[in-house]
C-alpha cells in the first residue's frame, strides 16, 4: 500500500459543535462509516433522554456492530423537562462511567459521545470528567464528542474540530421540527 492507501494506526479525537444543525447527523456518517469495515461502534447519548428520536430504531437496524446506550434524562430545564437537577447530575455522572468501561473494554473501533459538550456546558459533567474519558482511550480508538458549546481546552485538543453554523433554519420561518430529519 502507498500512504495515500495505508491503513491509519491513529485513534483521533473528534469533536462536532456550533449552533447549527447537524453534529449528531455528522457523528453518525462517520458510524456508517465505519460500520462499512466492520467495526464495532458505542453511541452513548448524554442529555436526549426520554425523547424518541428516529436515530432510536435506525441503529438498532445496524447491530450487532452499534451499541446505543441513552444515559440522559432529558433536555435540562427546558420544554418538558419536570426532573430535579440531581436526577439530570446524577444520570451524566453514569455516563462518564459507561463511557469509561466502554472504551476500556476495547470492544470498539469508534466511541461517540452525543451532547457531551451539553452536559459539560450545563455543569452535568465536569473538564476532569471529559478528560478522563479522553485518557480512557487507546492510540487505536477514534473518540468523536458532539454538542454545541465545546471548552476551548477540548477544541485545542482535538485532532478535528468541525463547528455547525446556522445560517438559515426552517424554524425562522415558523417551520416545526420534521420527522426524519430533525428527530
Not at 470492544?107 to 476532569?128: F, K, M, P, R, T
Request: hydrophobic share 40%.
Amino acid at each position: 500500500m502507498d500512504s495515500k492507501t495505508e491503513e491509519t494506526k491513529k485513534g483521533l479525537l473528534i469533536v462536532y459543535t456550533g449552533n447549527g444543525k447537524g453534529k449528531t447527523t455528522a457523528a453518525l456518517g462517520m458510524c456508517v462509516r465505519a460500520i462499512g469495515h466492520n467495526w464495532n461502534i458505542c453511541i452513548i447519548q448524554f442529555v436526549k433522554g426520554s425523547w424518541k428520536y428516529g436515530e432510536l430504531e435506525g441503529i438498532k437496524k445496524l447491530a450487532p456492530n452499534v451499541e446505543l446506550q441513552t444515559v440522559g434524562e432529558g433536555f435540562v430545564g427546558i420544554i418538558d423537562d419536570d426532573k430535579e437537577f440531581d436526577e439530570h447530575l446524577k444520570a451524566a455522572k453514569s455516563g462518564v462511567k459507561l463511557s469509561i468501561e466502554k472504551i476500556l473494554s476495547g470492544n470498539y473501533q469508534l466511541v461517540i459521545l452525543d451532547e457531551l459538550n451539553v452536559a459539560v456546558d450545563l455543569g452535568l459533567v465536569s473538564d476532569e470528567d471529559v478528560e478522563e474519558i479522553i485518557e480512557s482511550c487507546s492510540d487505536t480508538q477514534q473518540l468523536v464528542i458532539t454538542g454545541r458549546n465545546a471548552r476551548e481546552w477540548l477544541i485545542e485538543k482535538a485532532d478535528l474540530v468541525t463547528e455547525m453554523k446556522e445560517i438559515k433554519h426552517p424554524y425562522q420561518k415558523g417551520i416545526l421540527a420534521q420527522k426524519g430529519v430533525d428527530w
